[in-house]
């Protein structure tokens, strides 16, 4: 009632088309009318007067069309004040001279009196008489998004009618055990409640009740997304464990406990009848790679093959030689693939690898190419896995039957923080780095004062140590006022750091150039190396202590945990200086407040996650924000780590759930409101 064919369109536009969607179009903020403010406390106070008024006289001004009426109004101190009624001269007849009516609205001294250009007006609240406090007759006010002609007591009433004649009762999803511990009401008194508070703590309790329900759906659908993926089981298999042990017994050293506890975790699943969908996180330099090799060896030892993939070439072939000096002595055939590998030696290669001949192969993106093809391909390991695509992850692991795939990263990005969060991933912490290692203290300096940053690096040269120097821009550009790496090499060179050989290497350099330079720098024979974040991974040089990043408020969060991360590979005290330009953004002042309160990769990829937000979980996008209209991901971290744990218990008791031809599943589908449109498509 009272919604005729204007305001229908004016509704369509805001995507509002049947009763569903009105009752989901929450309002954005209320009209806090509980606290009576009188017209001279608004003029004093500049917020708006809320307050018992008497229609004492109605004056007309203007000619013909022009002609407006203005209600003249005192409140109960006796303050008067005048009301333009500007459009509106139907409120003659509505209220009358002598009426006592409640207005709201903002009072401004115009032509030496007060007047509210623009008010609302209601009858006043029950059992309200002039003279007394608003006390329980106020109320909060919904404010909603608008469009076309609508006003927002219209929308107002229109929910309202929804509830009263369509909505006596909502079916509940939610287990009453988690409502009835959360103390969260029905759904439908939650709902009421979002648009029509009583209170300001009631909004923020319906918001928590309702952002509860909505990360309680988008957690059941992220909990089923593996068994949808991975529909097929496996026989569970006892994997062999000589070669690992021969492994460990020629180490130099004992691993850490935690790469002997995520070690048991990842054999646990890979034997299991489900396949693994696993992050291992850990900080740079703490041994993620060992794990790898040593997760690997029992799978080979088993009869199946195994697959690193990295994002850069240069790391590749990090792994490649690590992977041969560490598994040939024990009999598995190592192979290194990437793109550039010449056409001769790729056919043989390839055939190799679809004849079963080879057990470990290290390369980049071209392990997933068309022709490459695996005999037995159980265990793809990808590592610093945020450089790498969803669809080229899920590529690689389709090129084997059942297959386990492990995540390695320094720094998770967000979007795999959120899947990690919701359950779509099991986590793997080492957080514990190798005996002798020292934290990377970060320093900050502003742009035009490194000079005592040289003079710092100088002296870690004179020590026989080397650094880095890194840049945003490989050469000068003409619209953006940074530094870039080809000058600033020349400088470095001939002005600052004449004495000492510097070399230059960014995604332009010819790939063999770049090897002999890292070949160079790893060395020793170079002692300055001038780079783009091209060095973010895949070099390893125990000697470099110092790492000098220019225009560092133009890096993300994780690029410049992974920059600082190249140094510290020792057990040599090892420094990060972040040299910032003067107009730093609010974004880039909080990147480096972070850098430098934390080396915890989990806690830089939290605050990640609020900069950018998680990406799109079920798709392919890697940041960016997901459209929930409750919960959000970077202020309901703790929130959502409950819910995961409460659907993982619902699943558990009942885990017919997680078939989708279970009608109980459908049903609680079709329970739920659906609060978001994308989370009705997930």
Same mark, same amino acid.
């Given at each position: 009632?009272?919604?005729?064919?204007?305001?229908?369109?004016?509704?369509?536009?805001?995507?509002?088309?049947?009763?569903?969607?009105?009752?989901?179009?929450?309002?954005?903020?209320?009209?806090?009318?509980?606290?009576?403010?009188?017209?001279?406390?608004?003029?004093?106070?500049?917020?708006?007067?809320?307050?018992?008024?008497?229609?004492?006289?109605?004056?007309?001004?203007?000619?013909?069309?022009?002609?407006?009426?203005?209600?003249?109004?005192?409140?109960?101190?006796?303050?008067?004040?005048?009301?333009?009624?500007?459009?509106?001269?139907?409120?003659?007849?509505?209220?009358?001279?002598?009426?006592?009516?409640?207005?709201?609205?903002?009072?401004?001294?115009?032509?030496?009196?007060?007047?509210?250009?623009?008010?609302?007006?209601?009858?006043?609240?029950?059992?309200?008489?002039?003279?007394?406090?608003?006390?329980?007759?106020?109320?909060?006010?919904?404010?909603?998004?608008?469009?076309?002609?609508?006003?927002?007591?219209?929308?107002?009433?229109?929910?309202?009618?929804?509830?009263?004649?369509?909505?006596?009762?909502?079916?509940?999803?939610?287990?009453?055990?988690?409502?009835?511990?959360?103390?969260?009401?029905?759904?439908?008194?939650?709902?009421?409640?979002?648009?029509?508070?009583?209170?300001?703590?009631?909004?923020?309790?319906?918001?928590?009740?309702?952002?509860?329900?909505?990360?309680?759906?988008?957690?059941?659908?992220?909990?089923?997304?593996?068994?949808?993926?991975?529909?097929?089981?496996?026989?569970?298999?006892?994997?062999?464990?000589?070669?690992?042990?021969?492994?460990?017994?020629?180490?130099?050293?004992?691993?850490?406990?935690?790469?002997?506890?995520?070690?048991?975790?990842?054999?646990?699943?890979?034997?299991?009848?489900?396949?693994?969908?696993?992050?291992?996180?850990?900080?740079?330099?703490?041994?993620?790679?060992?794990?790898?090799?040593?997760?690997?060896?029992?799978?080979?030892?088993?009869?199946?093959?195994?697959?690193?993939?990295?994002?850069?070439?240069?790391?590749?072939?990090?792994?490649?030689?690590?992977?041969?000096?560490?598994?040939?002595?024990?009999?598995?055939?190592?192979?290194?693939?990437?793109?550039?590998?010449?056409?001769? !030696? =790729? #056919?043989?290669? @390839?055939?190799?690898? &679809?004849?079963?001949? /080879?057990?470990?192969?290290?390369?980049?993106? +071209?392990?997933?190419?068309?022709?490459?093809?695996?005999?037995?391909?159980?265990?793809?390991?990808?590592?610093?896995?945020?450089?790498?695509?969803?669809?080229?992850?899920?590529?690689?692991?389709?090129? !084997? =039957? #059942?297959?386990? @795939?492990?995540?390695? &990263?320094?720094?998770? /990005?967000?979007?795999?923080?959120?899947?990690? +969060?919701?359950?779509?991933?099991?986590?793997?912490?080492?957080?514990?780095?190798?005996?002798?290692?020292?934290?990377?203290?970060?320093?900050?300096?502003?742009?035009?004062?490194?000079?005592?940053?040289?003079?710092?690096?100088?002296?870690?040269?004179?020590?026989?140590?080397?650094?880095?120097?890194?840049?945003?821009?490989?050469?000068?550009?003409?619209?953006?006022?940074?530094?870039?790496?080809?000058?600033?090499?020349?400088?470095?060179?001939?002005?600052?750091?004449?004495?000492?050989?510097?070399?230059?290497?960014?995604?332009?350099?010819?790939?063999?150039?770049?090897?002999?330079?890292?070949?160079?720098?790893?060395?020793?024979?170079?002692?300055?190396?001038?780079?783009?974040?091209?060095?973010?991974?895949?070099?390893?040089?125990?000697?470099?202590?110092?790492?000098?990043?220019?225009?560092?408020?133009?890096?993300?969060?994780?690029?410049?945990?992974?920059?600082?991360?190249?140094?510290?590979?020792?057990?040599?005290?090892?420094?990060?200086?972040?040299?910032?330009?003067?107009?730093?953004?609010?974004?880039?002042?909080?990147?480096?407040?972070?850098?430098?309160?934390?080396?915890?990769?989990?806690?830089?990829?939290?605050?990640?996650?609020?900069?950018?937000?998680?990406?799109?979980?079920?798709?392919?996008?890697?940041?960016?924000?997901?459209?929930?209209?409750?919960?959000?991901?970077?202020?309901?971290?703790?929130?959502?780590?409950?819910?995961?744990?409460?659907?993982?218990?619902?699943?558990?008791?009942?885990?017919?759930?997680?078939?989708?031809?279970?009608?109980?599943?459908?049903?609680?589908?079709?329970?739920?409101?659906?609060?978001?449109?994308?989370?009705?498509?997930?």
């Amino acid at each position: 009632t009272g919604v005729g064919p204007a305001a229908v369109r004016d509704f369509a536009k805001l995507g509002i088309t049947d009763c569903a969607h009105l009752v989901q179009h929450f309002p954005r903020e209320w009209i806090d009318r509980q606290e009576e403010v009188t017209l001279d406390s608004s003029l004093a106070q500049k917020k708006p007067a809320n307050t018992v008024v008497r229609v004492t006289q109605h004056v007309w001004f203007g000619n013909g069309q022009r002609r407006t009426l203005k209600l003249l109004v005192v409140d109960r101190d006796g303050t008067e004040a005048e009301l333009p009624c500007f459009g509106r001269n139907f409120l003659e007849k509505t209220f009358p001279v002598g009426v006592d009516v409640w207005l709201w609205g903002l009072v401004e001294r115009r032509f030496g009196s007060l007047q509210v250009p623009h008010f609302q007006l209601d009858p006043p609240p029950k059992n309200f008489q002039i003279g007394h406090p608003l006390g329980d007759a106020g109320r909060l006010d919904p404010l909603y998004p608008l469009a076309g002609s609508l006003t927002h007591s219209q929308i107002a009433k229109a929910v309202a009618q929804v509830f009263h004649d369509y909505l006596p009762a909502l079916d509940e999803e939610i287990p009453l055990r988690l409502r009835q511990r959360e103390g969260h009401a029905d759904l439908r008194t939650a709902l009421w409640m979002a648009h029509f508070p009583s209170r300001s703590h009631e909004a923020a309790w319906a918001r928590k009740t309702l952002a509860y329900r909505e990360l309680f759906h988008l957690q059941s659908a992220l909990r089923r997304r593996p068994w949808v993926m991975r529909p097929e089981t496996r026989p569970p298999i006892t994997l062999p464990q000589r070669l690992q042990k021969e492994f460990l017994a020629r180490l130099p050293f004992l691993p850490t406990p935690d790469q002997i506890t995520v070690l048991k975790e990842i054999t646990d699943d890979i034997s299991g009848a489900q396949p693994m969908a696993r992050l291992l996180q850990g900080d740079v330099g703490s041994g993620k790679t060992l794990v790898a090799f040593l997760s690997a060896i029992p799978v080979i030892e088993a009869g199946f093959q195994c697959v690193l993939m990295a994002p850069t070439e240069l790391l590749a072939l990090q792994h490649a030689e690590n992977a041969a000096k560490l598994l040939d002595p024990l009999g598995i055939r190592v192979a290194f693939l990437t793109a550039n590998i010449r056409s001769a !030696g =790729r #056919a043989h290669l @390839l055939q190799e690898l &679809s004849e079963g001949r /080879i057990d470990f192969v290290v390369g980049t993106h +071209a392990l997933f190419s068309n022709d490459v093809k695996y005999k037995n391909l159980r265990y793809v390991v990808i590592d610093e896995q945020h450089r790498f695509g969803v669809s080229q992850r899920q590529s690689l692991s389709q090129k !084997g =039957r #059942a297959t386990d @795939l492990l995540l390695m &990263s320094a720094t998770p /990005i967000p979007r795999t923080l959120a899947l990690t +969060a919701f359950g779509d991933l099991k986590t793997s912490v080492i957080r514990t780095l190798p005996e002798g290692r020292r934290p990377i203290v970060t320093h900050t300096a502003k742009l035009g004062n490194q000079t005592k940053v040289y003079e710092f690096v100088r002296h870690e040269l004179q020590a026989g140590h080397q650094a880095y120097f890194v840049y945003p821009l490989i050469e000068s550009s003409a619209s953006l006022d940074l530094k870039d790496a080809q000058t600033m090499e020349g400088y470095l060179s001939r002005e600052v750091f004449p004495e000492y050989t510097v070399a230059l290497i960014h995604s332009k350099v010819d790939d063999d150039e770049k090897r002999r330079v890292m070949e160079d720098f790893a060395a020793g024979k170079i002692q300055i190396l001038v780079a783009t974040s091209v060095v973010e991974v895949g070099v390893d040089v125990a000697n470099a202590t110092c790492m000098v990043i220019e225009h560092a408020e133009r890096f993300g969060l994780s690029a410049l945990h992974q920059l600082r991360g190249r140094v510290g590979r020792s057990t040599l005290a090892s420094y990060c200086f972040l040299v910032y330009s003067e107009n730093l953004t609010d974004d880039g002042r909080q990147r480096l407040k972070v850098l430098m309160e934390t080396t915890d990769g989990f806690r830089i990829a939290e605050e990640d996650l609020k900069l950018r937000g998680p990406g799109d979980l079920t798709g392919v996008k890697q940041s960016g924000y997901l459209r929930l209209r409750f919960a959000d991901l970077g202020r309901d971290y703790e929130l959502l780590l409950q819910v995961r744990d409460d659907v993982e218990v619902v699943f558990k008791e009942d885990p017919s759930l997680l078939s989708l031809e279970n009608a109980g599943l459908r049903r609680l589908w079709e329970k739920a409101p659906p609060f978001s449109d994308e989370l009705v498509a997930q």
